[in-house]
């Protein structure tokens, strides 16, 4: 008898055991699920999500592991940058870009690029958000840099409206349906595409189904 209460006794350990070791893995799973998602919340000039001014490379690996970190140089008209590029292709896909290039230390900007991203950006204005909408918010119309070159669709000032307030701090590219060229004529088009300053009310735009195509967070506000 004192055998079987021996051996119910050694089972009733291993059980506690046994236990106790899932709810460590579970404390252990749900800490880096945290770390990963603990917030989307991007506030303009101070922080997305964890990452701030004073971030590094190192420290994004840290948070999120190195397969979910890729840093590569991307090409524009007049030179290069270095982009680095956090769970790409997933709704949590973030860019960077960085004040030392070099050393991969200080982030500059942060962006996103798609439209079902769980990043949570003021106003709820993301990618996809029609120009109508920021209109809207604004309170008035804007204008930004014509279609079609390195610089086009980047808004160069919301002329006081409400969205004024984020101008230092939030950038906002525009992007027109390329399929609609064709319903413009050379007058129409010479309106909206180049290095010209485009007016929101332009009725043009109308016929281009122009909407938000990236957002990003400037945390050293651009001269």
Known sequence: ??????????????????????SENQSIQANKESVVDSTFLCVPC?????????????DLVKWFGRENVITEKQQYDGGE??????????????????????????????SVDTSATQWELPLGIK?????????????????????????????????GGKLAQYAQCYGITLVEDYEAYPKLNEQETG?????????S??????????????VSIFFNPPN
């Open 1 to 22: 008898m004192r055998n079987y209460y021996f051996i119910l006794f050694i089972i009733f350990l291993f059980a506690c055991k046994s236990e106790e070791n899932q």
């Open 46 to 58: 101070k922080s997305v999500g964890k990452i701030t001014s004073a971030t590094s490379e190192a």
């Open 81 to 110: 940058y270095v982009l680095t590029t956090i769970f790409r292709g997933t709704t949590k896909e973030l860019g960077i870009t960085w004040q030392n290039e070099e050393k991969l230390i200080g982030v500059s900007t942060c």
């Open 127 to 159: 990618p996809s958000t029609p120009l109508s909408k920021l209109v809207e918010l604004n309170g008035k119309h804007f204008s930004f840099s014509g279609f079609g070159w390195d610089y086009g669709g980047g808004i160069m000032g919301f002329e």
């Open 191 to 199: 309106q909206v595409v180049g290095d010209i300053k485009v007016d």
């Open 201 to 214: 009310d332009n009725k043009v735009l109308e016929k281009l189904n122009v909407k938000v195509s990236k």
